[in-house]
């Protein structure tokens, strides 16, 4: 994007400086030429005419090599100069994951609104929301280890098209098969399963109960 600004606003400068126009009309191209590509024209040394119209520019090029060197670089300014570089960058990286603890929390745990007014309940809520971080959390570094590229949201939107059902089949003695199953994993979930080292628990067994019973379960 830089090197394009630049380009683009060298060529403007040059048709500008042809142009024969008065000394505001000028200055008016010029300020258009600056907020259109304000990147490149910190690169340029630009000098006006104190008295004409004229003006000359010239490309900075200790600017540039300097932008150059910073790039790909992330800087952090801090007054605990007295720290080691290496123990900032810690704690600097350990403030990030809190505060996208805190956005988790906030997002996809729900922990917010609370609509309880007794302080047991608000408590309890809390824990178990902070519970739930945790399980993201470590799923978050499986995730990391096993299956880089895929973000805990993603994994939990794809284990949640498994379902369970009850299928109620009845008998011919006046009685109900209850089958408690889980619906089959798509393929792209196996995949996800095997990736993850996971297995997932077998099939429940079957149950015979009298066709009350089944009714009034």
């Not at 200790?62 to 150059?68: A, E, G, P």
């Not at 988790?104 to 178990?128: C, M, Q, S, T, Y």
């Not at 280890?145 to 003695?173: C, W, Y």
């Amino acid at each position: 994007m830089r090197r394009r600004q630049l380009k683009w606003l060298w060529k403007r400068l040059r048709e500008l400086a042809a142009m024969e126009i008065s000394r505001e009309e000028r200055l008016m191209k010029l300020g258009a030429a600056r907020s259109r590509a304000p990147t490149a024209w910190r690169l340029l040394d630009i000098e006006m005419d104190k008295q004409g119209s004229t003006f000359s520019y010239t490309l900075n090029r200790q600017k540039l090599c300097k932008v150059r060197r910073r790039e790909g670089r992330y800087l952090l300014r801090t007054n605990l100069t007295e720290n080691d570089p290496a123990l900032l960058w810690q704690y600097y990286i350990q403030l990030v994951a809190v505060e996208q603890a805190f956005k988790n929390l906030k997002g996809d745990l729900a922990i917010r609104p609370v609509f309880h007014h007794d302080e047991r309940r608000i408590e309890a809520h809390i824990f178990i929301a902070f519970l739930a971080y945790c399980l993201q959390a470590t799923l978050q570094r499986r995730l990391h280890a096993l299956a880089p590229g895929l973000t805990a949201r993603s994994a939990l939107e794809k284990f949640a098209a498994v379902q369970m059902i009850d299928v109620h089949l009845p008998t011919t003695n006046g009685r109900e098969l209850l089958l408690t199953r889980d619906t089959q994993p798509e393929p792209e979930l196996q995949l996800l399963i095997r990736q993850l080292k996971l297995q997932l628990p077998p099939q429940p067994p079957p149950k015979i109960a009298t066709a009350a019973i089944a009714r009034a379960t």
